[in-house]
């Protein structure tokens, strides 16, 4: 089951990665990395390992996404990144492990 759930993740991971090339927001995994707070290889390490990303790595992307929003002319990209940091927000919260 853990590893269902790891492999889901990494699938996310991924799509919130594609989202932001595709708003011109990152160009390759080093960018994202770095968007992160990490190292610049740390995504595609990642990637390679079928690890998804920690909760650390994802709370940074929230708040550099919006920074990015904040600053950012275009409504509709600003709406785009918007939804990417509600999903962002909602998909830490489910990586959070329960008190339970």
Do not use: D, F
């Given at each position: 089951m853990t590893s269902n759930i790891s492999?889901?993740?990494v699938l996310i991971d991924h799509k919130i990665f594609t989202s932001l090339q595709k708003?011109?927001?990152?160009?390759?995994?080093?960018d994202f990395s770095r968007l992160m707070g990490k190292s610049d290889s740390y995504f595609s390490s990642l990637q390679c390992k079928k690890?998804?990303?920690?909760?650390?790595?994802?709370?940074?992307?929230v708040c550099?996404?919006?920074t990015?929003?904040?600053s950012e002319?275009?409504?509709r990209k600003k709406s785009l990144l918007s939804s990417l940091t509600?999903?962002?927000s909602s998909e830490i919260f489910?990586?959070?492990p329960s008190a339970a």
């Open positions: 492999n889901m993740q708003m011109n927001i990152v160009e390759s995994q080093y690890i998804p990303v920690s909760i650390s790595a994802l709370a940074n992307l550099e996404l919006r990015i929003s904040n002319p275009n409504s509600e999903t962002l489910n990586r959070v």
